[in-house]
């Protein structure tokens, strides 16, 4: 069975700070990793994803991601936060069949 | 990106009542939908796998005759909780795979059922 871990459930920045949340998955075969956001009264969305390739991924908004499958990881960083980035962030892996499994979140609110 | 709506996103019903959740692909096909609920502060739960044409997948733990799926047409699937309790009352949300080679969920906006 697949499971996914946020390390961090709150975190609170200030504008400009630069922001790394942690992921980490268990699977026993090949994933696809994905990082998800929700903002205040939105649907999820894609922030970025992979696949395979390079293991340096970026997405929207600045955002990216790094697969270090040795450490079974696929931490999000970005390097300066706006307060529009304020939302929760799910990472979410998919193996077997497609099926995504999410992690707990991690709600980050950026402060002006 | 593709789109899938939910319908309706809130509902408030009574127990022992019976409520609809429709999830549409507004704008590709999609074989493969998926139903998740999210209770508060924890993760979104994967419920079930749900398969036009053929009988939804269900996870351990959910019960298949309380949350009925339908996935009749490619761009249509349905979740019915029957016979409502409060303990019910939850966020459903539906995604379904679109994308080259159907790799990519995308998700409804979600539905807050609750029960009264």
């Known amino acids: 069975a697949q499971s996914v871990s946020q390390h961090n459930h709150h975190v609170i920045l200030s504008e400009a700070a630069s922001l790394e949340l942690g992921c980490n998955y268990s699977?026993?075969?090949?994933?696809?990793l994905f990082w998800y956001v929700q903002y205040p009264g939105q649907h999820l969305q894609l922030l970025l994803k992979?696949?395979?390739?390079?293991?340096l991924v970026k997405g929207i908004k600045g955002f990216e991601a790094e697969f270090i499958k040795s450490k079974f990881s696929f931490n999000l960083r970005k390097p300066s936060v706006q307060w529009s980035d304020t939302a929760e962030y799910f990472c979410?892996?998919?193996?077997?069949?497609?099926?995504?499994?999410f992690g707990i979140g991690t709600k980050l609110q950026v402060i002006p | 990106g593709a789109v899938v709506s939910q319908h309706p996103s809130r509902v408030i019903c009574k127990s022992g009542t019976s409520v609809k959740i429709e999830c549409r692909s507004l704008?590709?096909?999609?074989?493969?939908m998926f139903w998740y609920r999210q209770f508060p502060k924890k993760s979104l739960m994967l419920m079930a796998t749900?398969?036009?044409?053929?009988?939804?997948?269900?996870e351990q733990g959910v019960e298949k005759d309380k949350f009925l799926i339908n996935h009749a047409s490619l761009t249509l699937s349905t979740l019915t909780v029957t016979s409502a309790h409060p303990e019910d009352s939850s966020f459903y949300i539906c995604?379904?795979?679109?994308?080259?080679?159907?790799?990519?969920?995308?998700f409804g906006q979600g539905t807050r059922l609750t029960v009264v």
């Open positions: 699977y026993g075969g090949t994933v696809n």
């Open positions: 992979y696949f395979s390739g390079d293991p």
């Open positions: 704008d590709f096909q999609a074989t493969t």
């Open positions: 749900s398969n036009e044409g053929s009988k939804a997948t269900y």
């Open positions: 979410a892996v998919a193996g077997g069949y497609q099926k995504v499994t």
């Open positions: 995604s379904a795979l679109a994308g080259r080679s159907a790799t990519e969920a995308f």
